[in-house]
């Protein structure tokens, strides 16, 4: 179920477009499951993701420097946070969004690879309703902040940090993470040898609430749009399917 969390933050306004773009296959599977898939943040195809930025390594003797007095001290809380946040990656699965009150044809291109696409739009609010009826995990989602990983510090003392924030080169994404962590134990204690998710999870959702309308890509054939339809009656979810009004002929 949704949980709100200090470290994540909520966009201004609930009810801001927020865009997931997905191949046809993956739009299927999401309506056969009735779940949106999470990826195991390790598997999102970023090597940066869930790392700390070179400044954390500059800064660290400085802003420690009172809880830590000696050199090997030091050395030994930097070594196990670079060990722990490296390995945490495997127990963070993530489902990614993009923020905006339009239609984006470069996400189009990005997350699609061939013309037989979808957009699910969705709004904050709707994204954080629709997990009423998933109790396994907590839910967080919140916006992506974007750093200059050679001079900002990003912020520690929370597992969640790494996978808040990205690379400045990553900015026109705009993204909107909702994120579980979870972590395998024995005897009560942690035990990071065990695994507990693959390459990631579907987790269960209320398609109805979450999904406000469907866009069909802007290079899609005329044939794929009635496929789309045909799809959504068939799981009786009464959304309406909308040609992306990129395909539009311009008016000189």
């Not at 997350?111 to 967080?140: C, M, P, W």
């Not at 507990?196 to 109805?208: C, E, K, M, R, S």
């Not at 866009?215 to 339809?229: C, E, G, M, Q, Y």
């Amino acid at each position: 179920m949704y949980k709100e969390h200090p470290v994540f933050e909520k966009p201004d306004n609930e009810n801001i477009k927020i865009w997931r773009y997905l191949d046809f296959t993956k739009f299927v599977s999401a309506l056969d499951k009735q779940a949106l898939f999470f990826t195991r943040a390790d598997r999102l195809g970023d090597p940066f993701e869930g790392s700390y930025s070179k400044a954390n390594i500059k800064l660290r003797p400085i802003i420690y420097q009172d809880l830590l007095k000696d050199k090997d001290s030091f050395n030994q809380m930097q070594a196990q946070l670079q060990f722990f946040s490296k390995e945490i990656r495997r127990f963070t699965i993530i489902n990614c969004w993009h923020i905006n009150e339009y239609e984006s044809a470069a996400m189009w291109k990005l997350y699609l690879k061939t013309d037989e696409g979808v957009a699910i739009q969705s709004t904050f609010k709707r994204l954080k309703e629709s997990f009423h009826n998933y109790e396994e995990d907590d839910v967080y989602i919140g916006k992506v902040k974007y750093i200059d990983y050679q001079t900002e510090w990003l912020p520690e003392g929370c597992s969640f940090y790494p996978f808040l924030h990205k690379r400045k080169s990553f900015e026109h994404e705009r993204e909107l993470r909702a994120i579980i962590q979870k972590f395998p134990s024995k005897d009560g204690k942690l035990d990071l040898t065990q695994e507990i998710f693959d390459v990631g999870a579907y987790i269960t959702v209320d398609l109805d609430i979450l999904i406000e309308k469907i866009f069909i890509s802007p290079t899609a054939p005329t044939w794929f749009n009635d496929l789309v339809k045909s799809i959504v009656n068939k799981y009786n979810l009464g959304k309406e399917v909308i040609q992306s009004s990129l395909a539009e002929e311009p008016v000189y």
